[in-house]
């Protein structure tokens, strides 16, 4: 049986060719690498994502206990600084009383450890929440 092509030309379109080989690994690693750094990112994306989440609850867990003790004893001074929470989680506390009204603004920070130094330095919060409070009465 014949095709009626020429028999050269039957045979080289038998194989894949060095260059066809070359190119397709080349577009192959050139979609590659897009793809495992946008993987990268989105890892590096929820773990920031994560300790933010775990900075807001524990702040939210911290201003709570804090708000519980000074219904009973306002008086004495709140601010804390650098105290370890849980799994690396630093919180920092600063309580400031206003001159002219009866009432003090506590801030909560919360941030993870990241250089392991056992001190909650600016770059390391990761989350502040700041209330007004006032003495019951």
Excluded at 3 to 27: C, F, K, N, Q, W
Excluded at 44 to 71: C, N, P
Aim: positive net charge; glycine residues 6%; hydrophobic residues 40%.
């Amino acid at each position: 049986m014949t095709s009626g092509y020429p028999s050269s030309i039957i045979d080289r379109r038998r194989g894949t060719t060095l260059t066809e080989v070359m190119v397709a690994s080349a577009l192959l690693a050139l979609s590659i690498v897009p793809l495992l750094k946008a993987l990268t990112t989105a890892h590096v994306m929820d773990r920031v994502i994560e300790r933010k989440s775990w900075s807001l609850l524990l702040a939210q867990r911290e201003l709570e206990t804090i708000r519980a003790r000074s219904a009973c004893r306002y008086g004495e001074c709140l601010a804390v600084d650098s105290r370890t929470l849980r799994d690396g989680y630093l919180y920092r506390v600063t309580d400031e009383p206003h001159p002219t009204l009866e009432m003090r603004t506590v801030t909560v920070s919360v941030g993870f450890d990241d250089n392991g130094d056992g001190v909650l330095s600016k770059a390391e919060v990761q989350v502040s929440l700041c209330t007004l409070m006032a003495r019951r009465g």
